[in-house]
């Protein structure tokens, strides 16, 4: 029973799951077709003509054609002919104010101030070199200044050196003096001291009541006496000697303060190294200053050059000017334009009142005598098919009257990279303005299967169409997509005309959304 | 009596021998289905293709280029595996899917109610005995027993007089009032003993009550069984949406199966085997239903 309860619950889950599941496929199917399927525009196979002509209009222009100018800048008065008016040669065109050439007046102030300025570049000094020679000169004075003063201070050292060695003996010659007198001071102060030793023992003596110790000082004194009288030349002899010392050391004194003021004094003068620095600055300097007046003498001779050459030109400017001011003013009277040539007027670009410039195109006016051309432009693909001298036929005029040949096919100016401009003459009744058109080239014939151009595909087997088959089924009609190999046996510019496995009413796929297969079902843009 | 036992043996043996070529030459079609939804559109046309050769023609009289046996080549086993048809069916063709929920749409009302007026009915016949409601039941049997082609025209021009032509009430409304199911249901509840209801009645149960607690509970089984063979009834139906639903976008898929041959060869097999899921679910579902339900209708005395 349990088994059963269990088998019941899964066959419940498998058929909710099944419901969801078709639920989910419904609600995503259209969602998930449009994705899954690449869709297709067509368009059905026709039968009809194809043709390799070319097709194109134009306006009728005449061959050639001349522009109305004016030389100098004028007011017009009046505006005797207007666009599509025949002219004959010498026919007047347009008049003009008198006097009012500005144009002469603004070449003849350019004339003047050419000239001028040309005269006052004539006048420019010559170079003057005086400030920078005396520099040069001043420079060269210095520089001999310190060359002496070298010499002076060389002088100097070699005289200080000497006064210091001399300052040095003086001060040895004082010491040694000194010590003289030093020692003579003691051996006289020995002498002093024993005489005084004795003066002492007889006032003693005198003083002395005691026998024993008169006696005593008595021998002692007479001693005393004794070394004293010995020694009494001598002592005479030494204080002289003193004397002489003292004197010979204050002597000797004098000359070492003498000797030392000197050096002092020459140590104050300004050392060799010092001269010699001050030397090579000067040479510097006086080097620098002929330098710069030599690369100032080589610019001068440039702008000198230059100078000449802008004299020149200036020249000629000054001629040409001239040239135009005589020519303005021979033209300064001239009050009208006349045609030159027999023609149409094809354009008017001004009106009474206007201020025209020189050589901006008043008229133009179309020459009749050129005969007539048509302009058209083509693809270059197109111009493939076009000839110089095809005989074009003109598809807007139906009697034999008007005749065409292709004249020239030229690359277009504007956009040469994908149109060409091919230039028919036109023969017979035709006018200025009128619009042809033509068609050139090969005659069209008649095919059993045209297709779009886009149809046609190319891969490595060669050419094909894909066509859409489509199959009823009780669920609405499906689409596939069937291969056809075919040749193009013609094409123009919009379709081609097909041979192999393609035939009338069949769909040939144009577009599609992805690439596409032999056997793929799509479905129809909508 | 060893005899006796072989001989039985060997009657067993080529009773089975027999059943089972009977089932399997029932399984086939079924098997043959299946096996070869997963064929390729291109392998089912080349083998199958012959049959329905004069649906290929283009409208410009060619042929089509792919290659067909000359003679029906019956295979059980793809060349390749592939599930092509089944994505052809589920992703690409959303009118298929609709077709399936027209299906769906049309029979589950049918099932629902018919069951609904079926119960009533079989109850009146059950407790209300007399000449009149023999002669009626016997009506329903009459009506049962007559092909539906018989009906078919007083159909049409009640649902043309009712104004539901080309409307799923042409369908579903006929479909609620058929007869089979109260006849099945009738010929169950007549065998609910008599001393039930009594007891019931004792115990101070009105109509309703009896009908509803008594009645219903005791007739589930067949209940189930007479759902499952409406459903299935109805979920073949082809001629009833043929004939009053002339707008093709509301036909069940049983039509569309019915005309598969007309173009869509190659999807027929995985269309009809998504088609076998509903019912073969509710089969296994309702499976003891269904043999109990029709074996007590075949006699077994309740």
Redesign the interface.
């Given at each position: 029973m349990e088994k059963?309860s269990n088998?019941?619950h899964i066959?419940?889950k498998?058929?909710v799951i099944?419901l969801v599941a078709?639920l989910i496929?419904?609600f995503f199917?259209?969602t998930?077709?449009n994705y899954?399927?690449p869709e297709v525009a067509t368009e059905p196979v026709t039968t009809g003509t194809v043709s390799n002509k070319v097709r194109g209009q134009g306006t009728v222009e005449t061959n050639s054609d001349c522009e109305v100018t004016v030389s100098g800048t004028r007011v017009i008065k009046e505006v005797k002919v207007e666009a599509g008016d025949e002219v004959k040669k010498g026919d007047v065109l347009f008049t003009f104010e008198e006097g009012e050439n500005s144009e002469l007046d603004e070449a003849q102030n350019t004339l003047d101030d050419l000239e001028l300025s040309y005269a006052k570049s004539l006048l420019k000094s010559a170079p003057d070199y005086t400030e920078e020679n005396i520099s040069i000169k001043d420079a060269k004075e210095d520089l001999k200044d310190a060359v002496k003063a070298q010499e002076k201070a060389q002088k100097n050292d070699k005289a200080l050196k000497t006064a210091k060695s001399e300052a040095a003996q003086a001060k040895n010659d004082v010491t040694a003096a000194q010590a003289n007198v030093d020692s003579l001071q003691s051996r006289v102060d020995t002498y002093e001291t024993e005489n005084t030793t004795l003066e002492e023992l007889q006032g003693k003596l005198d003083k002395a009541t005691d026998e024993s110790k008169i006696n005593s000082l008595k021998s002692q004194i007479s001693q005393l006496q004794a070394l004293v009288d010995s020694h009494d030349a001598d002592y005479q002899q030494a204080k002289r000697d003193l004397d002489a010392a003292k004197k010979n050391v204050d002597k000797l004194t004098a000359i070492q303060t003498d000797k030392e003021a000197k050096v002092t004094e020459l140590s104050a003068n300004p050392t060799l190294e010092d001269a010699k620095t001050a030397v090579k600055e000067k040479r510097k300097a006086l080097d620098a200053l002929v330098r710069g007046l030599k690369t100032k003498k080589k610019e001068d001779a440039l702008t000198a050059e230059s100078d000449a050459l802008d004299n020149e030109a200036a020249q000629k400017n000054i001629e040409e000017q001239k040239e135009k001011v005589d020519k303005l003013k021979a033209s300064d009277d001239m009050t009208e334009v006349k045609a030159t040539e027999d023609g149409i007027v094809s354009e008017v670009n001004c009106k009474e009142g206007d201020n025209v410039t020189a050589d901006a195109p008043l008229a133009k006016i179309q020459l009749s005598s050129s005969g007539y051309i048509v302009k058209v432009t083509v693809t270059k693909a197109q111009a493939k098919l076009i000839r110089t001298g095809d005989e074009a036929t003109v598809e807007n005029i139906w009697d034999d009257s008007v005749s065409a040949t292709v004249k020239s096919i030229r690359a277009d100016t504007e956009n040469p990279n994908q149109s060409m401009i091919v230039t028919f003459e036109v023969k017979g009744d035709v006018n200025v303005g009128q619009t042809l058109a033509f068609s050139v080239g090969e005659r069209s014939s008649q095919y059993d299967a045209v297709v779009p151009n886009n149809a046609v595909r190319e891969d490595s087997k060669g050419k094909f169409v894909l066509i859409l088959?489509v199959?009823?089924?009780?669920?609405?009609n499906?689409y596939t997509v069937k291969r056809a190999d075919v040749e193009v046996q013609a094409s123009d510019d919009t379709s081609s005309g097909v041979s192999g496995g393609v035939?009338e009413y069949?769909n040939v796929i144009t577009n599609s959304s992805k690439p596409l297969e032999e056997g793929m079902?799509v479905r129809l843009v909508e | 009596m060893k005899r006796k036992k072989v001989r039985i043996t060997i009657k067993k043996v080529i009773l089975t021998l027999v059943a089972l070529i009977f089932a399997i030459s029932f399984l086939l079609p079924t098997i043959l289905t299946i096996a070869n939804s997963f064929m390729s559109s291109t392998e089912i046309n080349t083998n199958y293709g012959v049959i329905f050769n004069q649906y290929k023609e283009t409208s410009y009289g060619e042929r089509n280029t792919d290659y067909v046996a000359e003679k029906v080549n019956l295979k059980f086993i793809p060349d390749m595996v592939e599930l092509s048809q089944y994505s052809t069916v589920l992703l690409k063709s959303p009118e298929y899917l609709l077709k399936f929920w027209n299906s769906v749409i049309l029979v589950v009302p049918i099932v629902v109610f018919q069951i609904f007026i079926a119960l009533g009915a079989a109850y009146s016949f059950m407790r209300f005995r007399g000449r009149i409601r023999e002669i009626i039941f016997f009506v329903y049997v009459a009506l049962m027993l007559m092909p539906y082609q018989v009906t078919l025209v007083p159909n049409y021009l009640v649902a043309d007089w009712l104004h539901i032509l080309d409307t799923r009430w042409s369908i579903i409304l006929p479909g609620i009032f058929a007869p089979f199911s109260v006849y099945l249901l009738t010929k169950y509840m007549r065998r609910i003993p008599e001393s039930l209801i009594e007891a019931a009645k004792l115990d101070g149960a009105n109509e309703w009550q009896i009908f509803t607690k008594v009645c219903i509970p005791l007739c589930k089984g067949p209940i189930a069984s007479v759902a499952i063979l409406v459903f299935i009834d109805y979920w073949n139906m082809v001629e009833q949406p043929l004939i009053m639903l002339s707008d093709a976008d509301k036909h069940p898929l049983s039509v569309f199966l019915s005309q598969i041959n007309s173009g869509e060869v190659g999807l027929a097999f995985a269309v009809a085997t998504i088609y076998m899921v509903p019912p073969i679910l509710i089969f296994l579902y309702g499976e003891e239903y269904l043999v109990d339900g029709i074996s007590y209708s075949g006699g077994v005395k309740g």
């Amino acid at each position: 029973m349990e088994k059963e309860s269990n088998r019941k619950h899964i066959i419940k889950k498998a058929a909710v799951i099944f419901l969801v599941a078709m639920l989910i496929l419904t609600f995503f199917s259209n969602t998930i077709m449009n994705y899954s399927l690449p869709e297709v525009a067509t368009e059905p196979v026709t039968t009809g003509t194809v043709s390799n002509k070319v097709r194109g209009q134009g306006t009728v222009e005449t061959n050639s054609d001349c522009e109305v100018t004016v030389s100098g800048t004028r007011v017009i008065k009046e505006v005797k002919v207007e666009a599509g008016d025949e002219v004959k040669k010498g026919d007047v065109l347009f008049t003009f104010e008198e006097g009012e050439n500005s144009e002469l007046d603004e070449a003849q102030n350019t004339l003047d101030d050419l000239e001028l300025s040309y005269a006052k570049s004539l006048l420019k000094s010559a170079p003057d070199y005086t400030e920078e020679n005396i520099s040069i000169k001043d420079a060269k004075e210095d520089l001999k200044d310190a060359v002496k003063a070298q010499e002076k201070a060389q002088k100097n050292d070699k005289a200080l050196k000497t006064a210091k060695s001399e300052a040095a003996q003086a001060k040895n010659d004082v010491t040694a003096a000194q010590a003289n007198v030093d020692s003579l001071q003691s051996r006289v102060d020995t002498y002093e001291t024993e005489n005084t030793t004795l003066e002492e023992l007889q006032g003693k003596l005198d003083k002395a009541t005691d026998e024993s110790k008169i006696n005593s000082l008595k021998s002692q004194i007479s001693q005393l006496q004794a070394l004293v009288d010995s020694h009494d030349a001598d002592y005479q002899q030494a204080k002289r000697d003193l004397d002489a010392a003292k004197k010979n050391v204050d002597k000797l004194t004098a000359i070492q303060t003498d000797k030392e003021a000197k050096v002092t004094e020459l140590s104050a003068n300004p050392t060799l190294e010092d001269a010699k620095t001050a030397v090579k600055e000067k040479r510097k300097a006086l080097d620098a200053l002929v330098r710069g007046l030599k690369t100032k003498k080589k610019e001068d001779a440039l702008t000198a050059e230059s100078d000449a050459l802008d004299n020149e030109a200036a020249q000629k400017n000054i001629e040409e000017q001239k040239e135009k001011v005589d020519k303005l003013k021979a033209s300064d009277d001239m009050t009208e334009v006349k045609a030159t040539e027999d023609g149409i007027v094809s354009e008017v670009n001004c009106k009474e009142g206007d201020n025209v410039t020189a050589d901006a195109p008043l008229a133009k006016i179309q020459l009749s005598s050129s005969g007539y051309i048509v302009k058209v432009t083509v693809t270059k693909a197109q111009a493939k098919l076009i000839r110089t001298g095809d005989e074009a036929t003109v598809e807007n005029i139906w009697d034999d009257s008007v005749s065409a040949t292709v004249k020239s096919i030229r690359a277009d100016t504007e956009n040469p990279n994908q149109s060409m401009i091919v230039t028919f003459e036109v023969k017979g009744d035709v006018n200025v303005g009128q619009t042809l058109a033509f068609s050139v080239g090969e005659r069209s014939s008649q095919y059993d299967a045209v297709v779009p151009n886009n149809a046609v595909r190319e891969d490595s087997k060669g050419k094909f169409v894909l066509i859409l088959k489509v199959k009823g089924t009780p669920l609405g009609n499906r689409y596939t997509v069937k291969r056809a190999d075919v040749e193009v046996q013609a094409s123009d510019d919009t379709s081609s005309g097909v041979s192999g496995g393609v035939y009338e009413y069949d769909n040939v796929i144009t577009n599609s959304s992805k690439p596409l297969e032999e056997g793929m079902q799509v479905r129809l843009v909508e | 009596m060893k005899r006796k036992k072989v001989r039985i043996t060997i009657k067993k043996v080529i009773l089975t021998l027999v059943a089972l070529i009977f089932a399997i030459s029932f399984l086939l079609p079924t098997i043959l289905t299946i096996a070869n939804s997963f064929m390729s559109s291109t392998e089912i046309n080349t083998n199958y293709g012959v049959i329905f050769n004069q649906y290929k023609e283009t409208s410009y009289g060619e042929r089509n280029t792919d290659y067909v046996a000359e003679k029906v080549n019956l295979k059980f086993i793809p060349d390749m595996v592939e599930l092509s048809q089944y994505s052809t069916v589920l992703l690409k063709s959303p009118e298929y899917l609709l077709k399936f929920w027209n299906s769906v749409i049309l029979v589950v009302p049918i099932v629902v109610f018919q069951i609904f007026i079926a119960l009533g009915a079989a109850y009146s016949f059950m407790r209300f005995r007399g000449r009149i409601r023999e002669i009626i039941f016997f009506v329903y049997v009459a009506l049962m027993l007559m092909p539906y082609q018989v009906t078919l025209v007083p159909n049409y021009l009640v649902a043309d007089w009712l104004h539901i032509l080309d409307t799923r009430w042409s369908i579903i409304l006929p479909g609620i009032f058929a007869p089979f199911s109260v006849y099945l249901l009738t010929k169950y509840m007549r065998r609910i003993p008599e001393s039930l209801i009594e007891a019931a009645k004792l115990d101070g149960a009105n109509e309703w009550q009896i009908f509803t607690k008594v009645c219903i509970p005791l007739c589930k089984g067949p209940i189930a069984s007479v759902a499952i063979l409406v459903f299935i009834d109805y979920w073949n139906m082809v001629e009833q949406p043929l004939i009053m639903l002339s707008d093709a976008d509301k036909h069940p898929l049983s039509v569309f199966l019915s005309q598969i041959n007309s173009g869509e060869v190659g999807l027929a097999f995985a269309v009809a085997t998504i088609y076998m899921v509903p019912p073969i679910l509710i089969f296994l579902y309702g499976e003891e239903y269904l043999v109990d339900g029709i074996s007590y209708s075949g006699g077994v005395k309740g």
